[in-house]
Structure formats: C-alpha cells, structure tokens
C-alpha cells in the first residue's frame, strides 16, 4: 500500500506560481510513475501531468505545457507540481496519484494509488 498526500494549495491571484507536494509513505515511490489530476467542481477529474519512475520522462497535457513542471525526489519518497502564471480556470482539487504499470500516463483507470487532493483557488 502507498499512502498519498499532498499539500500546498491555497488561495493565490492571477499570475502568481504555487509549488504543490505530494508525499508518500508505506513503500518507496521509486518503482511507481506519477501523476497529477485536477477537478472542478461540476467537471470531471482531468489528467494535468506525469511522470516516470526515474524522472527520465515528463508529460503534460497540451495547454498547461510551458507553465506546470513536475519533478520528483525518489530519495525524499516526493513529487512536486509547481504551477507558474496562474490564472482562474487553473482553480481545483489537484490529486496526486502512483501507478506502478507503464500503461497510459493519463488515464485516472491507470493509476492504484491516489491521495485526497489539495484544494487551490484562483482570484482574478
């Protein structure tokens, strides 16, 4: 079993960055790929970003390249979102989540474990 959590979300204007975390513990998260999702509310939860066990590939969807970068520290058992020019549809529960096949990166089905997510909020 890996338990989840992340941390990191608040209240943040327009055009401003927040680094989210996701920390695991009960196994190590080296042997699991990772991902990023995100719900609003009245919509359904989205894929935001993934990456490999090692680091050594990193997806996004389309529109938020160039502004989310994951990364993760296999040696702190963490992985990080950081979200850079914010802007009010950015506004969600963003969920962290392991899976440990190297199935579809962004498929929520592909992934065995997920946290409770962190709540981040947009002001314009």
């Known amino acids: 079993q890996v338990q989840l959590v992340e941390s990191g979300g608040g209240l943040v204007q327009a055009g401003g960055s927040l680094r989210l975390t996701c920390a695991a513990s009960g196994r190590t998260l080296s042997t699991y790929h990772m991902g990023w999702f995100r719900q609003a509310p009245g919509k359904e939860r989205e894929f935001v970003a993934a990456?490999?066990?090692?680091?050594?590939?990193?997806y996004y969807t389309g529109p938020l390249k160039g502004r989310f970068t994951i990364s993760r520290d296999n040696a702190k058992n963490t992985v990080y979102l950081q979200m850079n020019s914010l802007k009010p549809e950015d506004a969600a529960v963003y969920y962290c989540?392991?899976?440990?096949?190297?199935?579809?990166?962004?498929?929520?089905?592909?992934?065995?474990?997920w946290g409770r997510g962190t709540q981040v909020a947009v002001s314009s």
């Open positions: 990456i490999t066990w090692n680091g050594g590939g990193a």
């Open positions: 989540a392991a899976r440990f096949s190297s199935g579809s990166c962004c498929r929520t089905a592909a992934y065995d474990y």
